[in-house]
Structure formats: structure tokens, C-alpha cells
């Protein structure tokens, strides 16, 4: 017996594979400042949770493929406020981003063909692409210039025979990149002229910093046709455990196949939908607190990491996340020697080793992911912590 060549070419996320190890250092009672995956400690706003209470049906029953019409209705609103008009139709509601995501490249890849997207890019696109016998082509961006991709010449550079699609992920995950609306007009041009999808993942959309204006793909009506959102509750408001997203397009072809797959699977927790759509209810200020919470926890990070000698990274414009450099050869390494090895007063940290970010072979093994997701005070002393951890690294004669 074999499993699957498609499966056997995956990788494990690198955000997750080290977990069982900060389990065991854990167990041991060690403290874990945990950097690693995009869990936010902010609260979830009450409305999830007293929606659920209220909700007291005889029977848990499955719900429509699509989506609650309630969940569905919640979203239009939504989309409303920032210049989208959407109808149910347009909608499917999933299991997080994730299926959405999945769901979507099954939609549209065969075996062989590519999605292009700049890299270093959500590690768990590769799975995805996999999964549908597809790949990723990586675009190369320069963290120097903040890891722009929306340049013609660049985009044309590493278009391949078998692009089908292309990805972007805005506000950026794992470096923080926000594109424009003239960004986004760039790659829907450049999208049209090569008969591609445009894959638009905006499940961190509100978390714009510096006066950046929050945009969507969704804003540009005359790419429609092609244009295919991905969203979710998850981030946007702290409910990572909700498991509820969705896909969205105007295109009525691509969201039949979409439905067939949602047919397949029967639909997304009810409960959970129905939670889902209360949280689409908070006041706008909602919003605003938690851009400015993110926001000053990225300004406390970036100075604290600053003060590291030989670390080097830029400050990102979006999302709670950071791609940086390390004074090691093997970032891997040095996180097995955190978890394993260091401690300070019994506390160390975590973080996601970024090479599983890249579709290039070979590249980004000196550099990291941190998720600013803690609160400031903890920041700090995780960012001190790594300082502390690499003069021990180092000491020990690593490189
Ligand atoms: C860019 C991006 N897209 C999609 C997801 C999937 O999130 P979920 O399945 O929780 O909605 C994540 C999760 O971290 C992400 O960072």
C-alpha cells in the first residue's frame, strides 16, 4: 500500500510541526511565548457567543450547502459598507478561508497547471495547490522595496505556460504587504490580458496601518468575471475556532462548480454560522480599536526587535505579521534550540521558520515569521527572549 504522490510531496506547516515539541518543553513547565500561528488573544466579541445561547433549535440539522441565509445576509451587509454589492448567489459559506481556498484551487486547476503568487507567501498555499494537482510559481519581491509585487515586468517574468491563476494575499501574510486599489488594478489588468483568475485572499482586510485605506478586489466591478474573494471570520474578529469563512464571485460558472464541491460536503457548521452572523453586528468602532491594538503591537515588536544585533527586518504596512531576518544559518535550528535547550527564569519562544514560505527551493532558511498576536508586555519579552536565545546560540559556537 502507498499513499498518494500528491500527499507524499507535501510538506508539513511549518507554523504547526513544532508544536508537539513546545508541548513537551511546556509539560516540563517551561513558559512558550508562543509567535508562531496567527491566533489572536483578543476576545471575541459576546455577540458570537450570545447568539449561540439564543440559538435553541429541537434539532441540529444540516444547513443549505451555500450557507445560512441569515450568515449570507450578514455578509452582503457587510460587503456594503465598503463599496461591494453582493447577492446570496455570489456567496458560499465554508469552513474557514481554508476550504475556501481549497475548494477554489479544485475549482480551477488540473494536474500540472500553476497558481503564481510572491513569495514568501501563506505556507498552506502549497498544500492547497497540491492537494489539487496544481503547484505554486513563486514571483520574487524584495523585502527592501517592503515586498511590492504589483509591477508589470515583474509579474510578466514569472508567468509560466501553465499559470492559471494569480493569488494575492492582502494585507499580506507572513510579510505584511498591503496592496493599493491601484495595486490591485495592476494584477487584475495584467490578469485579463493572460486570461487568469485573480485568487484575492482578504481575511486580514481591516488590519491596515499609517493612514493605508483599507481596498478590496471586490471594489473593482469590471474584473468580476474573474475575480475570486476569500474571507473569513477568522481574524477579522478573533474567531479562529468558529471555523467560517467563505468564497465569493460574481462569475455564476465558477460558483456552480464551487456549489457542486459545497453539495458534496453537505455545509459548514450551523451552530457556528449562526454565530458567525452576529458577529457581522458589531459597532464600527469594533473595527477601529482592534486596527489600533494591532497597530501599536507592531510598533512594539519592530523596536524591540530593532535593538537585536544582526536582525534585520522591515515594518509592515498590514496584517499582524513580520517576515525577519536572523544573524543564523538555520533558523530551524535555532527554534529546536529555543524549545529544547534555552530558557530564561523558565520561559523561552516560539516562532515559525519561514523557509516553508517559499516555493523557491532553498531560500529564506535565515529568516522567520513572528505573529504579533500577544499582548504588548508579552511582545516585549518574547523579543527578549530571542535576543537572550541567540547570544546563547551563538555562544555555543552555532552559526
Ligand atoms: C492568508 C490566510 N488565508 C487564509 C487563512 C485561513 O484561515 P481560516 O481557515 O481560519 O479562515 C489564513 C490563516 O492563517 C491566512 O493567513
Given amino acids: 500500500m502507498e499513499l498518494s504522490k500528491r500527499v507524499q510531496e507535501m510538506q508539513f506547516s511549518p507554523i504547526r510541526k513544532f508544536n508537539p515539541i513546545a508541548i513537551e518543553a511546556e509539560q516540563k513547565g517551561k513558559k512558550v511565548y508562543h509567535l508562531n500561528i496567527g491566533q ?38 457587510y460587503y456594503k459598507k465598503i463599496g461591494v454589492d453582493l447577492e446570496r448567489k455570489n456567496i458560499i459559506v465554508t469552513t474557514g478561508g481554508s476550504e475556501a481556498l481549497m475548494m477554489s484551487f479544485l475549482n480551477i486547476l ?37 515586498y511590492q509585487y504589483a509591477k508589470r515586468e515583474l509579474l510578466e517574468k514569472s508567468l509560466t505556460p501553465n499559470t492559471k491563476a494569480i493569488a494575492c494575499i492582502s494585507p499580506g501574510n507572513p510579510t505584511g504587504n498591503v496592496l493599493t486599489l491601484d495595486d490591485m488594478k495592476v494584477i487584475c489588468e495584467f ?17 491596515v496601518y499609517d493612514g493605508r485605506k483599507l481596498a478590496s478586489f471586490g471594489q473593482l466591478s469590471e474584473y468580476a468575471d474573474r475575480v475570486i474573494l476569500i474571507d473569513s471570520v ?26 457542486k464541491m459545497a453539495q458534496g460536503r453537505l455545509c459548514s457548521s450551523t451552530i457556528d454560522q449562526i454565530g458567525a452572523a452576529a458577529l457581522y453586528s458589531v459597532p464600527d468602532s469594533y473595527y ?54 534555552f530558557d530564561d527564569n523558565g520561559e523561552t519562544v516560539m516562532y515559525a521558520p519561514a523557509s516553508g514560505f517559499y516555493a523557491t527551493k532553498g531560500i529564506g532558511k535565515d529568516e522567520i515569521r513572528i ?29
Avoid at 504579533?372 to 546563547?392: Q, T
Fill in 288 to 341: 477601529k480599536a482592534v486596527n489600533e491594538e494591532y497597530c501599536a503591537r507592531r510598533d512594539t515588536i519592530h523596536a524591540e526587535l530593532m535593538k537585536i544585533p544582526g536582525v534585520v527586518c522591515q515594518k509592515p504596512g498590514g496584517a499582524f505579521y513580520m517576515t525577519v531576518k536572523l544573524p543564523v544559518e538555520d533558523a530551524e535550528d535555532f527554534l529546536m534550540f529555543l524549545l529544547t535547550e
Fill in 234 to 259: 477568522s481574524k477579522r474578529f478573533s474567531a479562529c475556532g468558529a471555523r467560517i469563512g467563505c468564497v465569493i464571485s460574481k462569475n455564476d460558472e465558477f460558483m456552480s462548480g464551487i456549489m
Fill in 110 to 146: 488540473n494536474e500540472g497547471d500553476q497558481v503564481m503568487m510572491a513569495e514568501p507567501f501563506y505556507t498552506n498555499y502549497n498544500t492547497f495547490a497540491l492537494e489539487a494537482g496544481g503547484s505554486v510559481a513563486p514571483i520574487t519581491a524584495s523585502a527592501d522595496d517592503g
Fill in 191 to 207: 490578469a485579463k490580458d493572460h486570461d487568469l483568475w485573480v485568487m484575492a485572499d482578504e481575511v486580514y482586510r481591516e488590519f
Fill in 371 to 399: 505573529a504579533y498576536i500577544l499582548k504588548k508586555e508579552d511582545l516585549k519579552r518574547a523579543a527578549e527572549l530571542l535576543g537572550l536565545g541567540l547570544k546563547a546560540y551563538k555562544a555555543k559556537g552555532n552559526k
Fill in 40 to 77: 489572536p488573544d483578543i476576545e471575541t466579541p459576546p455577540e458570537f457567543m450570545e447568539a449561540i445561547r439564543a440559538y435553541e433549535p429541537k434539532v441540529i440539522a444540516y444547513g443549505e450547502s451555500g450557507g445560512l441565509p441569515e450568515l449570507q445576509d450578514a455578509i452582503i451587509g
